[in-house]
Every structure is written in C-alpha cells, then in structure tokens.
C-alpha cells in the first residue's frame, strides 16, 4: 500500500503541512501510522479527505460543521438530507453576513462622503460619528 510523508500529503491537497497537523488535532483527518524512524504515513485518501475540507471551509462551513459533512460522507442511506439542511442554514447565514455587511458599507460611505479632509480646523465627522455611538 502506497503512503506518504506529511510534506507530500500537503503539497498534493493544497495546503500546509500545519494545516494537516491542525486538522489532524481537530479530528478532521485520521492520525495515520508512523514509520519505524517517527514520520507520519498517510494513506492516499488523505488527500481527497484534505481537498474535502479546503473546499468546505472556503464555502464558508465551520470545522464542526466539516466533521458532521465527513461522517455524512461515508454514511448510507439518507445522508443527502442531511447534508442539504446544513447548506441551507450555511445560505441563511451567509446571506444575514451579507446584508449585515451591505448595511456597514452604507453607513461607511455616508461618512467618508461627511469627511471634510484636510480641513484640520473642522472636527473629523468619521470620529465624530464613532464618539457619537459610545456616549
């Protein structure tokens, strides 16, 4: 059986050789065999497991969320219900992230529309306006 050193797992799935440790901490990836001299042996699959997990996270999923994808993954049966109910509560929150975000940018360019720059003897309305919301 073919396997292969941390370094090669990595450059192969993309990611750092950190990222396979973390990942292998948070549960995420198996803790392989060692070899008689220390070094870790993953197995092949390890890739595909690697790439599964980059791909989620840049979807936006949590590590938690990416551990119950991997058990949904290699369980039978009904797991694409599943499976679609975690993207749909993802959708939902990514798009109330973007609405918070869409409003935060409003606010945003109103102020930098107030900013009267370079004019030192006028108060800055952007700090103006964040000393307004502690009081």
């Known amino acids: 059986m073919e396997h292969h050193t941390i370094g090669e797992i990595a450059k192969r799935a993309g990611v750092g050789v950190e990222t396979v440790r973390f990942y292998e901490r948070q549960g995420l990836v198996p803790e392989p065999p060692r070899s008689p001299s220390g070094y870790r042996l993953y197995p092949p699959e390890t890739t595909d497991r690697l790439r599964f997990v980059r791909r989620a996270r840049e979807l936006g999923f949590t590590l938690d969320e990416i551990g119950v994808l991997l058990d949904l993954r290699v369980t039978p049966g009904s797991a694409c219900e599943?499976?679609?109910?975690?993207?749909?509560?993802?959708?939902?929150?990514?798009?109330?992230?973007?609405?918070?975000?869409?409003?935060?940018?409003?606010?945003?360019?109103?102020?930098?529309?107030?900013?009267?720059?370079?004019?030192?003897?006028?108060?800055?309305?952007?700090?103006?306006?964040?000393?307004?919301?502690?009081?």
């Open 82 to 135: 599943s499976v679609r109910a975690l993207a749909e509560d993802k959708l939902a929150d990514i798009e109330h992230r973007i609405a918070d975000l869409t409003r935060i940018a409003e606010v945003l360019r109103r102020l930098v529309a107030s900013c009267e720059a370079g004019r030192p003897e006028v108060g800055c309305p952007i700090l103006d306006a964040l000393d307004e919301a502690i009081r």
